[in-house]
């Protein structure tokens, strides 16, 4: 099996992009805020936008995309918020977990933050105790937990809220 590799996604992997988040939240619809019917009606167009919102990064096996997650600061215009930066959309392929993939995604998201950027957060469902064993493996905190954070057909999950501090 060829190596892992790790990049920066750009304008020409809209569509390989696309693909592997309408697989994400198919596949995974409990993991995410946004549903696989918001995402299906979205153009290729919408995703280049979409990884222009600062970057995604992408696993790859071969030429195959096979995990992605996205970075963006959401108050980048306020100075006494613009430390903060946030990992979103984390998703990789069940046959690639357990892997260098997940923890290859994180690494390639720390090597490309901007300067201002000292504090990583992201959540996650609580009660995915593999998915929380990941992120603090990889040097995530947990900070909180919002009671009925997100809402799935019907039922209310708590999400579990996370920060990794790069300036310690």
Same mark, same amino acid.
């Given at each position: 099996?060829?190596?892992l590799?790790?990049? &920066?996604?750009?304008?020409q ?6 693909? &592997?988040?309408?697989?994400? &939240? ?7 805020a ?11 167009a919408d ?8 970057? *995604?990064?992408g696993?790859? #096996? ?18 006494? &918020?613009s430390?903060k930066?946030? !990992? *979103? ?12 993939a ?6 390639? !998201? ?5 300067d201002?950027?000292t504090?990583? #957060? ?12 990941f992120?603090?493996? *990889?040097?995530? !905190? *947990? ?20 920060v990794?501090m790069?300036?310690?």
């Open positions: 099996m060829p190596e590799t790790f990049r &920066l996604l750009e304008d992997d809209a569509r390989i992009y696309q693909d &592997l988040r309408l697989e994400a &939240l198919r596949e995974s619809p409990k993991s995410f946004a549903t696989y019917e918001e995402d299906a009606v979205k153009t290729e995703f280049v936008l979409r990884l222009n919102n600062d970057f *995604a990064v696993c790859f #096996h071969a030429q195959t995309l096979v995990g992605s997650a996205d970075f963006y600061v959401p108050d980048a215009h306020r100075s006494k &918020l430390h930066g946030v !990992i *979103a959309g984390f998703f990789v392929r069940p046959k690639y977990r357990g892997t260098s997940a923890s290859g995604m994180v690494k390639e !998201i720390v090597t490309h933050l901007p201002s950027v504090q990583l #957060h992201l959540s996650v469902l609580a009660n995915s105790p593999r998915a929380v064993a992120y603090e493996k *990889a040097g995530f !905190i *947990a900070w909180g937990t919002e009671p009925k954070g997100s809402k799935h057909e019907g039922t209310y999950l708590d999400e579990l809220h996370m990794r790069l300036d310690d």
